[in-house]
């Protein structure tokens, strides 16, 4: 029999991300292989994001093209899995292309979905029915164990591209920040338990793994309780560092309520644990944070990030916000731009508020800021943002810095003739990217290179003529 192929398109953050590697990895023990034109496929996966409209209207796109291919190809599969599986449900079953439904709790479920589906010309549908349960209820402890089980076994570092590792510390998210679909999708905040982290952590390490990045919606709110003992962020970053063989630790995304201080401790201490920190503010000013449910003022996110950098000093920021919040005024705005020009990020995502359906800020306040406001108070902050690294970057030249080599940079013939080696991309401890031109095989190894030139995003280092 023809080896079956699969086609996979995936949206949204490095959960899904994860997740849609663990697919391919169940599917790829099953005999099948990756295929990146739809048109040779035999199933497609599409997983999907909810968190700002026009992620959803891609995938409406995307399958209006698949319900096309259905037509010269009666036998393709299209699975739908992922967030807006999970939001929607008989909603995406219902539509002409769509053959399987599977939410982010019945990942582990995907294989069989689709080998039921090869097989009939029915609709499958596999989603949460009550999404909002207690962490402690049995049905999200029998989903927590499967899909740890899932995870554990087709987690391999082919997987993960660049001899990096992204294993989850948790799933869900108990914040309810009110603009929001996250807590709607994904359930309720579960942490792993710590074994289970390491050994995946250990296997593919073995496996020639070099950094490893823990996942969750708030990851510095792990906290898993196993008899007297409570194992923190701070206690895992320790364990998986000790790790023989591993090279860097990472962690992503923190919220900055609750942040405990015991992880900014580790980084200073423990020189794998990388002096990076993804901790979106979402605004600077107070009305609008509260109306988001954030939990923080400026001021306290102001004294957290100044304390981050008194007790790691060399330590990279990176932030996310949200423009056109309703009923963001120039006011609100400008108070924005200044905690931007007081925390001086690395870099830091701009979205334009989005209202999603069923949360707090959708049903209760009005979307009243219009999208012009919206697309000029994003351009505006991407400008400073990109205005302060410009300046901060600068700092760098001239200096060593020490990368990770993730393999071909996007132009890799770039300075190919002159240097005799195509052009590498890495990045630091503190996630900056470099780039250099430099041997192939440098790919997945730690090298150390020195900064020529820098600009907002993006690090030159003179080449290194060999892997010596
Ligand atoms: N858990 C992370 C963020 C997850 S969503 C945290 O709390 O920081 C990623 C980013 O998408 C958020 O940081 C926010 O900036 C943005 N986002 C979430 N919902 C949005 C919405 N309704 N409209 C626009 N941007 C949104
Ligand atoms: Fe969404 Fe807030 Fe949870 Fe982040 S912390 S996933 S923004 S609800
Ligand atoms: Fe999107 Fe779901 Fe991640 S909504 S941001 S893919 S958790």
Redesign the pocket.
Known sequence: MPTRKIHLKSFG?QMNKLDSSLVVGALGEQGYELTDTPEAADVIVVNTCS??ENAENRVFSNLGHFKYLKKSNPNLRVAVIGCMAQRLGDELLAHEAVDIVAGPAQLHEVPALIAEAMGDHDKHLSVSEKIRQPAASQQVITDSHKLDDFELAHDTDANHIKSQAFIRAMRG?N?F?T????PFVRGPEVSRPPEAILKQAKKLVDQGIQQVTLLG??VNSYQYKAGEKSYRLADLLGQVSDIGGIGWVRFI???PGRFDTSILQVMASNPKVCPYLH??A?SGSDRILKAMNRGYTAAEYIDLMDTARAIVPDIAIAG???VGFPGETDEDFEATVDLVRRVRYKNA?V??????PD?H?EKKLEDNVGDEIKQQRNAKLLEVISEISAEDNERFLGKEVEVLVEGLSKKPHLNQEKSGHPQLIGRTAGDYIVVFNGPKSLTGRFANVKITQTAPLTLFAAPRPSTA
Do not use: A
């Open positions: 953050c968190v700002r998210c914040n920040c603009y929001c679909i996250v919606q708030t995304t923190s919220h901790i979106p979402q996310d916000f949200i995502f979205f334009k508020y989005s209202p999603r949360t800020s």
